[in-house]
C-alpha cells in the first residue's frame, strides 16, 4: 500500500510539470539567443523578422552552416552578436558582398572577424545611447561604437554595426529604429544565418526545443509510473497443477479430532445415530473417529 501512495504521489508530480511544461510550449515566454531572429527575448530579432514579414520582405531563418549553404542572389544576410563568427564564414560573407548582395554584421566584440571587412576599424564597448545615423534618430544600449565613431560604418555593400540594440526586440519600437531596420534590409530576402547563434538543422527528436524534449522524457516517466502502479506485481511461479483437495482420511481425522474435543462424542454422534438405530452409540473417542470414516467413505 506505501509502496502504491509513493507511486500516486511521484506521478502527480510528473503529470503536474509536464502540464506546466506543455503550457510553456504552447505559450511560450520570451526566450532564445542574443541577435538571432528565432528569439522573443528582449536582446533578440523575432520583432526585427516580423516587421519585415509585414512590409512584404522574403524572410529566411538559415540555419545551414554558411560554408553549405546557397545564398539567394542579392539578398541581405544579418550575422550580428556573433563573436566566434569563424573567419572562413566572414569570408564568404564577403564574396556575397561583392557578388552584388548585402551583409549586415557586426555587434559584441567582431575582433576575430572585423579584419575581412575592414583592417583599420576597432570595436570599442560603451557607447552613447541616443545616436544619429544620418537623419534617423536611434536609441541604443551603447553597448558599443566604433574607433571611426557612431555605430554604424558601410563598406560598399557590407554594414557594419558597433551595436545592434536598436534592431532588437527590446528597442525596435523606439525613435526611429523600426525605419532604421527597414532601410537596412535593401531589396532582396532578409536572410538571418541561425547556425552560428546555435540552431542548427537538426532533424527528429534533436529539432525539438528543450521545453519539448523535457516533456517528452517527462510524459515517458508518466507513463512508466502508471504500467508498475497499475499492472500485476511479479510473483512466484505458478504450480505445474491445479492444487486438489486434501485427501478423504485427513478430512475423517479432522472431523474425529473434533468430535473428541466436544467431550461427549455420544452426544455428538446422536444425529448420526439417529438415522442409523442400528448402530450402537459409540463408547470411545476411538469409536467415534471409526464411525465418523465410516459415514464419510459411505458419502463418496
Known amino acids: 500500500m506505501k509502496r502504491r501512495t509513493v507511486l500516486l504521489i511521484v506521478g502527480v508530480v510528473v503529470a503536474v510539470n509536464v502540464?506546466?511544461?506543455?503550457?510553456?510550449?504552447?505559450?511560450?515566454?520570451?526566450?532564445?539567443?542574443?541577435?538571432?531572429?528565432?528569439?522573443?527575448?528582449?536582446?533578440?530579432?523575432?520583432?526585427?523578422?516580423?516587421?519585415?514579414r509585414r512590409s512584404g520582405v522574403?524572410?529566411?531563418?538559415?540555419?545551414?552552416e554558411l560554408a553549405d549553404a546557397r545564398l539567394p542572389p542579392g539578398s541581405t544576410v544579418v550575422a550580428l552578436d556573433v563573436p566566434?563568427?569563424?573567419?572562413?564564414?566572414?569570408?564568404?560573407?564577403?564574396?556575397?558582398?561583392?557578388?552584388?548582395?548585402?551583409?549586415?554584421?557586426?555587434g559584441v566584440r567582431p575582433e576575430r572577424w572585423l579584419d575581412v571587412f575592414d583592417a583599420s576599424l576597432v570595436w570599442r564597448s560603451g557607447g552613447p545611447e541616443a545616436v544619429r545615423v544620418g537623419e534617423r534618430a536611434l536609441v541604443t544600449a551603447g553597448g558599443g561604437s566604433w574607433s571611426a565613431g557612431g555605430v554604424l560604418v558601410e563598406r560598399g555593400n557590407v554594414a557594419l554595426l558597433a551595436d545592434a540594440s536598436p534592431l532588437q526586440n527590446a528597442r525596435l519600437a523606439r525613435a526611429d529604429n523600426a525605419a532604421f531596420a527597414l532601410e537596412?534590409?535593401?531589396?532582396?530576402?532578409?536572410?538571418?544565418a541561425?547556425?552560428?547563434?546555435?540552431?542548427?538543422?537538426?532533424?527528429?527528436?534533436?529539432?525539438?526545443?528543450?521545453?519539448?524534449?523535457?516533456?517528452l522524457g517527462l510524459l515517458l516517466a508518466a507513463g512508466?509510473?502508471?504500467?508498475?502502479?497499475?499492472?500485476?506485481?511479479?510473483?512466484?511461479?505458478?504450480?505445474?497443477?491445479?492444487?486438489?483437495a486434501p485427501p478423504r482420511a485427513a478430512y475423517v481425522d479432522a472431523l474425529g479430532a473434533a468430535l473428541a474435543r466436544t467431550r461427549d462424542p455420544a452426544g455428538?454422534?446422536?444425529?448420526?445415530?439417529?438415522?442409523?438405530?442400528?448402530?450402537?452409540?459409540?463408547?470411545?473417542?476411538?469409536?467415534?473417529?471409526?464411525?465418523?470414516?465410516?459415514?464419510?467413505?459411505?458419502?463418496?
Open 19 to 52: 502540464v506546466l511544461l506543455a503550457v510553456e510550449y504552447v505559450l511560450p515566454s520570451p526566450s532564445g539567443e542574443r541577435s538571432s531572429s528565432l528569439a522573443t527575448a528582449p536582446d533578440g530579432f523575432a520583432a526585427w523578422a516580423e516587421l519585415a
Open 58 to 64: 522574403e524572410v529566411v531563418a538559415l540555419r545551414d
Open 84 to 106: 566566434s563568427l569563424p573567419r572562413a564564414d566572414a569570408l564568404l560573407l564577403r564574396a556575397h558582398a561583392d557578388a552584388g548582395g548585402r551583409v549586415v554584421a557586426g
Open 184 to 192: 537596412l534590409i535593401g531589396g532582396g530576402p532578409l536572410v538571418f
Open 194 to 215: 541561425e547556425a552560428p547563434h546555435g540552431y542548427g538543422s537538426a532533424s527528429g527528436l534533436a529539432a525539438l526545443p528543450d521545453a519539448g524534449k523535457w516533456a
Open 224 to 244: 512508466l509510473l502508471l504500467m508498475l502502479a497499475r499492472g500485476r506485481r511479479f510473483g512466484p511461479p505458478e504450480d505445474a497443477s491445479r492444487p486438489l
Open 268 to 300: 455428538a454422534m446422536a444425529p448420526i445415530h439417529a438415522l442409523h438405530g442400528d448402530q450402537p452409540p459409540p463408547r470411545t473417542d476411538d469409536e467415534a473417529r471409526a464411525l465418523a470414516r465410516r459415514h464419510a467413505e459411505s458419502a463418496r
